[in-house]
Every structure is written in structure tokens, then in C-alpha cells.
């Protein structure tokens, strides 16, 4: 299933931003889903899953601030980013993930840079 994120942008500290994902086949509503970012000189994190069924888990440092969710009759997930830092800015993936393992290509990825 290849997956394709946008939605990123330029925003001010504090500000937020919706990320979509969107999936290319109706398999969708069975897979799990994982947002990755990547920060310039750092490797890849996970940042936030979301399973078949709709339970979610976040890495610490987005916990209380970021929101993953789902809407499989459109193919879709998304990431709802509040309260945004300047440490959050990188380039956001989403991928299909078994066991919190990302399977399958990574695709473009969109660029979110919060900066004053």
C-alpha cells in the first residue's frame, strides 16, 4: 500500500498544522499506520501510530500535543499538530507499520518547519 503525505507548511511557534496521509488502495482500513519525521542531521523517529482498530501511541516529546487519527472511508490519516515548537520542524512520512516496524517504501514526505 503506498501511502502519500501533505499538508505541511511554514508556521510560527505555537502555531498547528493537519497532516493527511492518504492511501492509494481500500486495504487501507486493515493496516496500521505510523508517522515518522526526520529533522536535518538526525535519523528518522517514530512519532505517532494508530492501529486497524483506532489505538494510538506517541513518542514523549508529542504526547499532549499532537492528535493521530483516522478515517478509513476515505483512506486517510491524519495528524493534528498543536502547540508547535521550532524542534518539531522536519520532514514528515507516513508509512504502513507492523509492530511499530515501518514496512514497505518510504514515500516523499511533507516539509513542516515552525519558525518565527
Known amino acids: 500500500v503506498q501511502l502519500q503525505a501533505s499538508g505541511g507548511g511554514l508556521v510560527q511557534p505555537g502555531g498547528s498544522l493537519r497532516l493527511s496521509c492518504a492511501a492509494s488502495?481500500?486495504?487501507?482500513?486493515?493496516?496500521?499506520v505510523g508517522w515518522y519525521r526526520q529533522a536535518p542531521g538526525k535519523q528518522r523517529e517514530l512519532v505517532a501510530t494508530?492501529?486497524?482498530?483506532?489505538?494510538?501511541n506517541y513518542v514523549d516529546s508529542v504526547k499532549g500535543r499532537f492528535t493521530i487519527s483516522r478515517d478509513n472511508a476515505k483512506n486517510t490519516v491524519y495528524l493534528q499538530m498543536n502547540s508547535l515548537k521550532p524542534e518539531d520542524t522536519a520532514v514528515y512520512y507516513c508509512?504502513?507499520?507492523?509492530?511499530?516496524?515501518?514496512?514497505?517504501?518510504w514515500g516523499q514526505g511533507t516539509q513542516v518547519t515552525v519558525s518565527s
Open positions: 508509512i504502513p507499520v507492523i509492530l511499530r516496524t515501518p514496512v514497505g517504501s
Open positions: 494508530i492501529t486497524s482498530d483506532g489505538s494510538t
Open positions: 488502495r481500500s486495504i487501507f482500513s486493515i493496516i496500521a
